[in-house]
């Protein structure tokens, strides 16, 4: 992958990248040829000087090596399972098995959950309420691994979703706060797998005649066609424990099927219904 790195080895100097004044550079720790980048403007902001590897050229074992990097925290990170949900295949990529746990959801939502079900592969699934747990820690831990790995189209290349038969890019199934636009129009074309996504809860109202509480999410405008929308998820609890996990401002990342987009004059609602607090957890932001 190709980071950005700060410091280089400059004839036997290491030498920081807005230091650099001219010679052959090459990374200190595996020792492999770097192109020094400038300072820049890009998208109207400042970019600092720095420096990376040269194309179609990887870093070989060092800590700028990503695709090592991200193999090593799925193999043992405690938020990872080699197992459930998460599954490395003979490349050393890893797979990101959220479909074990929407069927678990579709057997819970037809009363035909038993103690102990198989997914996809046979594989026998003795507490489906732990997988789920699981598969949500897992997730956040990828929220996190996002977080740190700036190329994050190359990451789509190690994380997937495997559902029906079909691998689904992360970028498609994964949907953090700032892509509304993407999921609005990739709802709009249909959406036929479970997704996860991060929502911040703007207001909790009961729904007494349908005994279902309505989750308001903050959403954002949108141009739908030359008309301006504003577009936000709307999170549908039947139960009242549940829906008490969730309060105003908090932010959460949630695993579910999309219902349908619903329109009111120049609003946009994309109707999520969550069953079970297992599809839920609490995000923690930093400040």
Not at 113 to 137: F, M
Not at 198 to 225: M, Q, R, S
Not at 272 to 277: G, Q
């Amino acid at each position: 992958m190709a980071g950005r790195i700060m410091e280089a080895d400059v004839f036997g100097t290491l030498v920081h990248a807005t230091a650099y004044n001219g010679g052959p550079a090459h990374c200190p720790y595996c020792g492999i040829r770097l192109v020094h980048m400038p300072p820049y403007q890009r998208h109207n902001a400042a970019v600092g000087a720095f420096y990376r590897r040269r194309a179609g050229v990887s870093h070989g074992v060092c800590k700028y090596n990503e695709s090592q990097r991200v193999n090593r925290i799925v193999r043992f990170s405690t938020e990872f399972s080699n197992q459930q949900p998460i599954a490395l295949g003979n490349d050393g990529k890893a797979k990101f098995l959220l479909q074990v746990i929407g069927g678990i959801l579709r057997l819970e939502k037809s009363g035909l959950l038993p103690e102990a079900v198989r997914d996809a592969e046979g594989n026998v699934v003795i507490s489906p309420q732990r997988v789920r747990s699981q598969s949500l820690r897992t997730a956040k831990a990828i929220l996190g691994l996002v977080s740190r790995i700036e190329n994050t189209a190359e990451l789509s290349e190690l994380i997937n979703l495997d559902h029906k038969g079909r691998t689904i890019p992360w970028r498609d199934f994964y949907f953090p706060s700032d892509r509304n636009l993407r999921l609005y129009r990739q709802a709009n074309r249909g959406i036929e797998f479970p997704i996860a996504m991060e929502i911040t809860v703007k207001k909790v109202f009961p729904k007494e005649k349908k005994a279902n509480y309505l989750i308001n999410c903050h959403g954002e405008h949108i141009d739908e066609n030359g008309s301006m929308v504003y577009f936000a998820p709307t999170i549908w609890v039947s139960d009242p424990v549940l829906a008490a996990l969730f309060v105003e401002s908090g932010t959460y990342l949630i695993f579910a099927a999309v219902n349908n987009i619903s329109s009111n004059g120049a609003f946009r609602n994309l109707n999520i219904t969550v069953n079970s607090r297992h599809q839920v957890c609490r995000v923690r932001t930093e400040h």
